[in-house]
């Protein structure tokens, strides 16, 4: 089973900038879709952005603009640039295939917290 390591998170003010990283323990990045999705206090997880073996991202409508995904194949990791943050921002976030995802491959992922 793929291993994946979420880094980067941290607590901002309004309007900051964070850059999250997934680092994955193979090269899947080529060959499955993979997304960044983010869990906030008592609410369920929800995916956030996704990209395609080919490159081809999509974004959630409550962060497009603001949210950037890319990928590092060579490096097996993923990144989430975050612009102008908002407090509604505030979660878990995780990252993991857009598809056919395992219950017990979960990460522990990494906290993000926007002041206002």
């Known amino acids: 089973q793929v291993q994946l390591v979420e880094s980067g998170g941290g607590s901002v003010q309004f309007g900051g900038s964070l850059t999250l990283s997934c680092v994955s323990s193979?090269?899947?990045?080529?060959?499955?879709?993979m997304a960044w999705y983010r869990q906030a206090p008592g609410k369920q997880r929800e995916l956030v952005a996704s990209?395609?073996?080919?490159?081809?991202?999509n974004y959630a409508d409550s962060v497009k603009g603001r949210f950037t995904i890319s990928r590092v194949n060579a490096r097996n990791t993923m990144y989430l640039q975050m612009t102008s943050l908002k407090p509604e921002d505030t979660a878990v976030y995780y990252c993991?295939?857009?598809?056919?995802?395992?219950?017990?491959?979960w990460g522990q992922g990494t906290q993000v917290t926007v002041s206002s």
């Open positions: 990209i395609s073996p080919g490159g081809i991202a």
């Open positions: 993991n295939k857009r598809f056919g995802v395992e219950s017990d491959s």
């Open positions: 193979r090269s899947i990045f080529t060959v499955a879709s």
